[in-house]
């Protein structure tokens, strides 16, 4: 198993780029990832993986023009021939008048999400965690889904003279598990350690979910209360972070949040900001192009207060970067990576037994904007949606469509879970949000299962 | 062929390895500002292993010789941890070896071509949508893309492929009290890529249709908001390629209807004794899935097992008869591959894609299914997609839309969609257009599989009209 490539060596790859002659700025953002995957099915391991890669990708600046070059080449020549190639881009590509500059010096400490077995963690040690997920399921029921531990390291090092290096590890398991007359149930977890997985309970709870959602029946679409939980919650906050709280889109009018500063935009006991240093989130404490990520309130009280920054819109909006970037070139602009929603007061259980008609929606499916400026998305249920009937789930329903606005929903919020947990909606990102429980939610349509 | 004997000495009773280079190049330009130009290069060996029939895969960018010999170590290790949970051997259908090269056509390769000239492409476009008066942004893209493949099994296939993609797209945005409208050309999402060069950038008339595009994406801020209704929907051939790809193409994956991609994306309504017996559609619609199709980004020699590009017949007049598939997945239904198998890169492991997944053209153009329509509703232009787990429940939102109304398209509509049930929905065509509107379009990001690969698949669609259909679904 590979190790860690470390801060010296990547210094040294990295100079060879930002010692490239006839530049005036050169910035160098560095990659390195390994990781396996054993994913199942039919409670059988049918599709295991391992790799390596590494990336070298390297923004030259010739004036106020920028070009973007990379490489997997991992040595001082891939570097430099990225540069190379970089430098050719911007000696011919047009001024962007954004550009800001590359980031000053800004030492940031490591964030410690490194665990070395996480990193070192073999196909044996997976398949043996997946062999105790499937043992959880009961006769008749089997299991799919995936067990991945990734380990990375991310370095920027730029001609300005800052430099950061931070190493992580993420571990994460997801399960479908079906059988009985249409039963299906769903479970997940993410940690930057393996040892936090738990593979036998999330098993359990998928499996639960499973027998629980047996013959379900047909529901009319329409809107009802629901309870969502934690992984349906994500989706929402997923999809806002997307589609409202980006600086660009936000400073462009394109964001559903767009003039909305300062304005009630849910009840007040939605609270919603980004920490990357938080504990119970993953990722890096820098963002893409060597800037401290920090916390950022996003919705506070239910106040919209602002959205996150890198530092072209940083520029554009005369800001601060809030540390936000995605790697460059990125036309749609900085995003919330490590989102958080702050819990209540409410066990699911109180949310169930405090609804009389409504229902309960374990997780949302392929879903995707239908009206970004009124942020209006439309999915579909799926793994465990049920009916509940004076306070106690009655029966499994087969899983419907919604098309709905999610600051509506966020609007609706009467019961916030005191419970959080951590979900990845996108690559990349990771939300800690709790169960909700939302007055009114539209259904637009049904399946047949 | 080294890399297969390192996995043989590791214990492999069959081996592949695809070394693969990949090299891409994109151009962002908004309102005659450059967004961002970015060029990329990643190589490196992704090696399959069978051992005792159960899968193993380990891919590295490292290419030396001791690297090469871990890497198949690894993937080795992987089949035998594999066997923690016992199943069926995995046997795999029968294929002849082969060897040879093969190349994507193209006349003028894009990445010769200089940046300067690409630039002002861009520039002039975006240029001639921002003469429309209340446009906000005016973007347009390039994206090219060039693969070398290089496949050795060790059953003694060795091939060699390469294959360039050229796509380029503009975007109009207009914005106003609450709305945000947009029209793109001559597809949304960055616009048309094909297995071509140059050439096929310089045919799409991005220049001449800026006006346009820009005039239609301010107009929509005035227009009416789509009813909500059930009625006859007319639709062009970008978003018939995009309902031919989810409500179609992945339900006939066999992985998928195996329950390989249950966690993920789901599985799929499709059983595999529906072969010969599901009349999924009308009998005007016929699908056939052709890996042969110049210009198709689907196209190629052989697939990632290297079996043979090939046509395969998916939907006849209406009724299912064949799967894609990999020859893991054809040897259970006792069948031989329909050669689906490809990989994103070095990095993954080939997964059943689809290859040109097309509807056969029939009579007739746009003009004159419009012109043979009452009253409906005709929509243009892909937004959003959404399908449910098993391939069922799908809804699409369009672009644009217009009223048809004695066979005359009439008022303009703003936020269109629709919604139904594949099978209800695709035995309602009852016109499906010919070849002179039929276009081979490329979906460039089509995601399937964990880790997550992105595959560049094409759809040949003509214009189509659907009766019954749930239009103006709302929040």
């Known amino acids: 198993m590979p190790g860690l490539v470390g801060p010296d060596e990547v210094r040294r790859v990295a100079q060879a780029a930002l010692e490239i002659p006839g530049a005036d700025g050169v910035e160098v953002l560095f990659l390195h990832e390994w990781g396996g995957l054993t994913r199942f099915a039919s409670s059988s391991i049918h599709q295991s993986t391992w790799r390596e890669d590494t990336a070298i990708r390297v923004r030259v600046v010739s004036g106020d023009r920028v070009g973007v070059a990379a490489s997997n080449e991992l040595s001082p020549k891939g570097a430099r021939r990225a540069a190379e190639s970089a430098r050719e881009i911007a000696g011919v590509s047009s001024p962007d008048p954004l550009f800001p500059g590359l980031a000053p010096p800004d030492p940031i400490e490591d964030a410690g999400r490194y665990d070395e077995g996480t990193a070192a963690a073999t196909p044996r040690i997976r398949a043996e965690a997946v062999a105790d997920l499937v043992a959880a399921c009961p006769e008749g029921f089997v299991a799919a889904g995936a067990y991945e531990t990734v380990a990375s390291e991310v370095a920027v090092a730029n001609t300005e003279g800052q430099f950061c290096w931070a190493p992580s590890t993420q571990a994460s398991i997801t399960t479908v598990v079906g059988g009985g007359e249409g039963g299906s149930g769903f479970a997940e977890r993410f940690a930057p350690r393996m040892q936090d997985l738990d593979p036998a309970g999330i098993g359990r709870r998928a499996a639960d979910k499973a027998v629980a959602s047996i013959r379900p029946k047909d529901l009319e679409p329409g809107r009802y209360p629901v309870v969502l939980e934690p992984s349906a919650v994500s989706t929402l906050v997923g999809f806002l972070a997307w589609i409202g709280f980006g600086g660009r889109v936000l400073a462009e009018g394109r964001s559903c949040l767009s003039g909305k500063e300062g304005q009630p935009v849910a009840v007040p006991s939605i609270t919603i900001f980004d920490d990357a240093s938080a504990p119970g989130t993953l990722g890096l404490p820098f963002d893409f192009e060597g800037v401290r990520r920090a916390r950022v309130d996003l919705i506070r009280d239910g106040v919209f207060l602002d959205g996150v920054y890198d530092r072209r819109t940083a520029k554009q909006t005369g800001k601060a970067s809030t540390g936000h970037a995605l790697p460059a070139p990125n036309p749609e602009g900085p995003l919330p990576l490590n989102l958080f929603m702050r819990p209540g007061e409410h066990a699911l259980e109180d949310m169930i037994a405090g609804t009389e008609r409504g229902l309960l929606i374990t997780r949302f499916h392929y879903s995707n904007v239908v009206h970004p400026v009124e942020s209006t998305i439309t999915g579909m249920t799926r793994d465990g949606t049920f009916w509940i009937e004076g306070g106690e789930i009655a029966h499994p329903v087969k899983n419907l469509r919604f098309t709905q606005s999610i600051l509506e929903a966020l609007a609706q919020v009467s019961m916030v879970g005191r419970e959080t947990e951590l979900a990845s909606e996108f690559f990349y990102s990771a939300s800690r949000v709790p169960a909700l429980k939302v007055g009114s939610f539209n259904f637009s349509g049904r399946s047949d299962h | ?475």
């Open chain 2, 1 to 475: 062929m080294r890399a297969v004997q390192a996995a043989k000495a590791a214990g492999a009773d069959y081996a592949d390895a695809r070394v693969v280079s990949d090299g891409s190049e994109s151009i962002t330009v908004r309102n005659q500002t450059m967004e961002g130009i970015h060029r990329s290069a990643s190589e490196g060996i992704g090696l399959r292993v069978l051992v005792n029939g159960y899968w193993g895969f380990a891919a590295t960018a490292r290419l030396e010789p001791e690297d090469i010999e871990r890497t198949a170590s690894v993937a080795a290790e992987i089949a035998r941890a594999a066997s923690r949970l016992p199943m069926e051997p995995v046997r795999l259908a029968e294929v002849e070896p082969v060897s040879g090269t093969w190349h994507s056509p193209m006349q003028e390769d894009p990445f010769n071509v200089p940046l300067e000239e690409k630039i002002a492409l861009l520039m002039e476009a975006t240029r001639r949508m921002q003469s429309v008066d209340g446009l906000a942004f005016a973007e347009g893209g390039i994206d090219l893309y060039r693969r070398r493949t290089f496949l050795a099994t060790s059953e003694g296939t060795a091939v060699e492929q390469t294959t360039v993609h050229s796509g380029a797209g503009i975007e109009a945005v207009a914005l106003g009290d609450g709305e945000l409208q947009r029209r793109s050309f001559p597809n949304s999402f960055r616009g048309h890529v094909a297995a071509a060069g140059w050439e096929h950038v310089q045919k799409l008339g991005l220049i001449e249709e800026a006006e346009r595009t820009a005039t239609e994406a301010v107009e929509l801020l005035s227009a009416k908001e789509c009813p909500s209704e059930v009625t006859t929907l007319v639709i062009d051939s970008g978003q018939l390629e995009l309902q031919i790809h989810e409500s179609i193409g992945h339900p006939v994956e066999l992985d998928r209807v195996l329950g390989m991609e249950e966690a993920y994306a789901g599985s799929s309504f499709v059983r595999p004794e529906d072969r010969g017996r599901l009349r999924y559609a009308s009998d005007l619609v016929s699908i056939t899935a052709d890996a042969t199709l110049p210009g198709g980004l689907g196209s190629f020699g052989w697939d990632d097992e290297g079996v043979p590009a090939q046509r395969v017949p998916i939907i006849v007049d209406g009724v299912f008869e064949n799967f894609l598939s990999s020859r893991e997945t054809a040897r259970l239904l006792g069948l031989p591959s329909s050669g689906a198998m490809r990989a994103d890169g070095w990095q993954n492991l080939p997964l059943i894609r689809m290859t040109n997944v097309s509807i056969e053209p029939r009579e007739g153009s746009l003009a004159d299914i419009i012109g043979d329509t009452e009253d409906g509703i005709f929509m243009a232009t892909n937004t959003s997609w959404s399908i449910d787990d098993h391939r069922v429940n799908f809804q699409f939102g369009c672009e644009i839309a217009w009223r048809i109304k004695g066979g005359r398209l009439t008022e303009m509509y703003r936020n269109p969609n629709y919604t139904g049930i594949t099978t209800e929905f695709w035995r309602s065509c009852d016109a499906v257009g010919g070849r002179e509107d039929w276009t081979l379009w490329g979906t460039p990001n089509c995601g399937k599989g964990q880790p997550g690969q992105v595959a560049r698949v094409g759809h040949g669609a003509a214009p189509a009209r659907f009766r019954k259909v749930q239009v103006g679904v709302r929040g």
